[in-house]
């Protein structure tokens, strides 16, 4: 069993609570689960995945960026803050990008 996966949920629980009373997701929660997951691949020795969860956080990071930046431009309001799009990069360091945008796709549709 993957233990990351295990730790992410639980992470992201507690992110949740944050946001949902601060409406804010701290920089240093983002760190934190990006350093957990860095740990335990040295750890583990599977830091050979180390590139392929950066690619994942970049491919789905960078695109949202540019999409929120635009729609901020469009429409003159914030659609997606950037807590946000760091946390979706965060998921994707431990999931695919297809595992990221149906899980986006799934808590868009639950809104």
Not at 34 to 39: E, G, R
Not at 52 to 72: A, D, G, Y
């Amino acid at each position: 069993m993957d233990y990351t996966i295990c730790f992410l949920l639980i992470f992201l629980f507690i992110i949740a609570v944050i946001d949902y009373k601060r409406h804010i997701i701290p920089d240093e929660l983002i760190a934190a689960g990006m350093i957990f997951k860095i740990l335990y691949a040295i750890f583990t020795d599977t830091w050979s995945d180390l590139p392929r969860c950066l690619l994942n956080s970049l491919i789905i990071t960078v695109p949202l960026l540019l999409l929120t930046v635009w729609m901020e431009r469009k429409t003159g309001k914030f659609q997606m803050g950037g807590g946000d799009v760091k946390l979706l990069g965060l998921i994707a360091f431990y999931l695919t990008p297809f595992d990221v945008l149906v899980s986006l796709l799934i808590a868009s549709l639950l809104q």
